[in-house]
């Protein structure tokens, strides 16, 4: 959280500040990812972001308080598209075969996030619970409302929403948790993790209809 006001800011000045924040937000990242909380220098943080330390505290007056923003912008940044899908009005199983898409699509692209919010989760087993009210909402019931006319339509077998939503997140997020692991074991079978990941989308989809199927 950003707890500095400029009363008279011209454009120039809140660019400046913007950069500013925006290479914060960048150097915390990489040192939380690399290092942990327990392990990250706040002088590090400012090395990185190219500011001086006392300006890093000017920001954010404590490492938790920076990390708990840095977290914030993670999850913001990756869950509330993904919530969005599964509330649409789109029948269940495109639901998840958009959800399966868009899931692997935003998580290649910011592969440092699961790693992030599983570091975050383990340091404060809390820490999305206010996130996940917020953009999680009515998501269960309205899943519970999907799986039952998908279920009275014969469409698929019956299925809690929580095991419903469960296996879809543990599906998507596993290869980029385990990748490490997988490669080394893909490389050592003469496969590419790259090639894998590339026809995960419509392996995820299929595997995920399979399970349901009535």
Sequence with gaps: MLIVVYSHM???EAKKDNDTE???????QSVFL????DGARMKEIARRADINHSMLHYYFRTKGQLFGAVFRRAAMSFMPPLTDVLRSGLPLLEKIDYFVGLYLERIEANPHIPGFILQELRRNPDALKEIAGS???DLIDRLRADIH???ESRLIRPITPEDLFANLVGLCVWPFIARPMLETIFSAGGSDFETFLEGRRN???SFMRHALAP
Excluded: M, W
Excluded at 22 to 28: G, L, P, S, V
């Design 34 to 37: 690399e290092s942990g909380f």
């Design 149 to 151: 006319e998908a279920v």
């Design 203 to 205: 392996s995820g989809r």
């Design 22 to 28: 925006e290479r914060i937000f960048e150097a915390a």
């Design 135 to 137: 953009v999680g909402g």
């Design 10 to 12: 011209s454009p120039i």
